[in-house]
């Protein structure tokens, strides 16, 4: 969670409250801010490039933006990339993390 926490005071979001949501394959926060409220995505382990992980985050950027669906879109980090890269402070390891908006719903089927 550690390293969580330092993306988002790099991402301008000091003292926001992470909640753990899930760990399966990538590790997911509930993100509180100020007035919104965020989903951080953790990758454990850097084993997947960049640019893999960005070739999915703009097929749903372009799904939000040219389709009616109601799909999770990627926020860009403050260097204008979709994929942070953060250390953690307890390990030194670093981890590939990106941001989506939060959407209010029901889970369905298990996780």
């Given at each position: 969670?550690?390293?969580?926490?330092?993306?988002?005071?790099?991402?301008?979001?000091?003292?926001?409250?992470?909640?753990?949501?899930?760990?399966?394959?990538?590790?997911?926060?509930?993100?509180?801010?100020?007035?919104?409220?965020?989903?951080?995505?953790?990758?454990?382990?850097?084993?997947?490039?960049?640019?893999?992980?960005?070739?999915?985050?703009?097929?749903?950027?372009?799904?939000?933006?040219?389709?009616?669906?109601?799909?999770?879109?990627?926020?860009?980090?403050?260097?204008?990339?979709?994929?942070?890269?953060?250390?953690?402070?307890?390990?030194?390891a670093a981890h590939?993390?990106?941001?989506?908006?939060?959407?209010?719903?029901?889970?369905?089927?298990?996780?």
């Open positions: 969670m550690r390293v969580g926490q330092q993306a988002l005071a790099d991402w301008g979001m000091p003292g926001a409250t992470l909640t753990f949501v899930s760990d399966t394959e990538n590790i997911i926060f509930r993100v509180e801010a100020a007035r919104s409220a965020y989903v951080l995505r953790i990758y454990p382990d850097q084993s997947r490039p960049d640019a893999e992980i960005e070739g999915e985050l703009y097929w749903l950027d372009d799904l939000h933006r040219q389709t009616e669906l109601i799909v999770p879109h990627p926020l860009s980090w403050p260097n204008d990339r979709l994929v942070w890269i953060a250390t953690d402070p307890s390990t030194g590939q993390m990106v941001l989506f908006p939060w959407f209010e719903g029901e889970v369905v089927g298990k996780n």
